[in-house]
């Protein structure tokens, strides 16, 4: 999608009726993150779902991607609405997650899609968000730099319990790197993930030779191959956060549509949130056993919810067939 020739959307999109499901993704993620969701969504409910890849993010390209801040983003989500759909644009439900979440509510707040229906937020509240942004650096720096293959980054993202799904991250990670422009010879390539995917044991007696052995293969083909690296330098966007997620729960329940949230942990509301849920002016729900990338780890369960509420509301039709 081109808003201009300096400014081209990547979007994905999906299903040929009913209303737009919006999707906007967590930061360093992009637009692959929502696949499963999607195929999952689509088979419940009579829907479309475009999804698309932020500025700096994914496949996008744009003039200046170094401007990550709240507005700009949110005035993005609009120009893409606008150029996709003109001055009739058709019922939107917009979805974000942890940063895409955040932008959501300030595309929702400043009034950007005039025909939204509905706003889902995934897995971000102001609280707990602001608290978390002093160790962010910390988590960051703890990342393998470089990993030896899009297979590596993979096995790290699930091995970690970044995403706890492996039909996800093989599609969701490919999107978060790519391959490297350094020299082969780098020395931060992450090894460890290399090794950990390594099942068999030597044998005791040949093991240092056989390490030896190894480790000169491992070098000849750190010469020949590719390398990734992360798409996103999210420690470059510190001084975004805090206008990311500042005074979002205030935004967040001044929307005037219906509104749901669906949270990894009850433990991550905070105080304005716990009064609105309270008030009965939000839909809340917990999904358990999963991390912060909720609609990956438990894609049928995020789907199961939204397509609930998106029924309750009149928003849409159970497909048929479909038990809910």
Request: aromatic share 6%; charged share 25%; net charge negative.
């Amino acid at each position: 999608m081109s808003l201009t020739t300096q400014n081209i959307f990547r979007l994905y999109c999906s299903g040929s009726s009913g209303p737009v499901l919006l999707l906007l993704h967590g930061g360093g993620h992009s637009a692959l993150s929502w696949a499963v969701f999607t195929a999952v969504i689509c088979s419940r409910i009579s829907c479309r779902v475009v999804a698309m890849d932020l500025r700096a993010h994914g496949d996008t390209k744009v003039k200046n991607p170094e401007d990550l801040s709240a507005d700009t983003m949110a005035k993005d989500v609009g120009k893409v609405v606008e150029a996709l759909y003109g001055e009739s644009p058709p019922p939107i439900m917009m979805i974000g997650h942890s940063m895409g979440g955040a932008i959501a509510v300030h595309t929702a707040s400043a009034n950007l899609v005039p025909s939204l229906l509905g706003l889902c937020v995934i897995d971000v509240v102001e609280g707990t968000a602001m608290d978390a942004l002093n160790s962010m650096q910390n988590f960051l720096r703890s990342r393998p730099k470089t990993f030896k293959s899009l297979e590596n980054a993979i096995e790290w993202s699930v091995k970690s319990g970044q995403i706890r799904n492996i039909e996800s991250a093989r599609v969701s990670m490919g999107g978060q790197v790519k391959k490297c422009e350094e020299s082969a010879n780098n020395p931060s390539v992450s090894n460890s993930i290399g090794e950990g995917i390594i099942e068999e044991e030597e044998e005791e007696g040949g093991a240092e030779e056989s390490n030896k052995k190894r480790m000169k293969e491992d070098d000849q083909e750190v010469k020949k191959e590719s390398f990734y690296t992360w798409r996103v330098e999210l420690s470059k966007t510190e001084k975004y956060w805090d206008g990311w997620f500042r005074g979002l729960s205030a935004l967040f329940l001044s929307c005037s549509v219906p509104k749901l949230l669906l949270l990894a942990g009850v433990d991550r509301l905070d105080k304005d949130l716990t009064i609105g849920q309270m008030q009965g002016k939000f839909q809340m729900q917990v999904l358990p056993q999963c991390g912060h990338a909720v609609h990956e780890d438990a894609p049928e369960k995020v789907a199961d919810a939204l397509a609930t509420f998106m029924v309750r509301h009149k928003f849409t039709e159970f497909k048929e067939g479909f038990l809910c």
